[in-house]
């Protein structure tokens, strides 16, 4: 997983993500795979058959409890490889003016958020996920009907903290500037929207912002 790095909190990883597919003006902010968490309850279970392949091996055991343990290792072997495919292949990507998520190695899905369509970016996490550094972060955006959940992330509150770091920085960086808000006014004072004095009053607030 991308552990969290010193400035803002996240960390590069190892950019899977196609920088060709990047906008102009886009930037690459961090590259976030699910916690090793994730990994844990088929490691343990691999571990725990082996170490009874092992004992069946040096205590001699019948050959049927030979052949069921081999069965047994050979399943959770393969369910410890498709966990750790599927750790992998998911990715949360954030770039300066979206959030990019990625499933699946051969076959894969993608969704995307545009930053400037977040509402909501909340960060959940219960008592043993706090111990392990480990969290739910909750999405909501414009357009769409439920919140979308990214569970057990590393250090959700650094990536919730970047996250609206980006946000700011998109907003501040989309201000329009003082001409086209003067073409805006101008358009609403001829149609009828601003009186005169409403648009003086807005024109001369625009000339005086820093």
């Avoid at 992330?153 to 329009?176: F, G, T």
Wanted: overall charge neutral; some cysteine; aromatic content about 6%.
């Amino acid at each position: 997983m991308a552990d969290m790095a010193p400035t803002h909190g996240l960390a590069l990883a190892g950019m899977p993500f196609p920088v060709r597919l990047l906008s102009p003006d886009e930037e690459f902010v961090a590259d976030i795979r699910p916690h090793w968490w994730y990994l844990a309850g088929a490691v343990s279970l691999t571990v725990a058959v082996l170490a009874g392949a092992v004992a069946a091996v040096v205590t001699a055991a019948p050959r049927p409890a030979d052949l069921a343990v081999v069965a047994a290792l050979a399943v959770t072997l393969a369910w410890l490889v498709g966990r750790y495919l599927r750790w992998s292949g998911t990715h949360l990507f954030v770039t300066t003016d979206r959030l990019i998520h990625r499933q699946g190695t051969v076959a894969r899905r993608a969704r995307e958020i545009p930053l400037e369509h977040l509402s909501d970016v909340e960060c959940r996490q219960t008592l043993w996920q706090r111990l392990l550094g480990a969290g739910d972060l909750v999405l909501e955006s414009a357009g769409r009907d439920s919140r979308e959940v990214f569970p057990w992330l590393p250090h959700p509150n650094a990536i919730q903290d970047e996250i609206h770091r980006q946000i700011e920085v998109h907003r501040v960086d989309r201000r329009p500037s003082v001409a086209e808000e003067l073409e805006r006014l101008d358009e609403l004072r001829r149609r009828g929207v601003l009186t005169e004095a409403e648009f003086e009053g807005q024109k001369s607030r625009l000339l005086g912002r820093p």
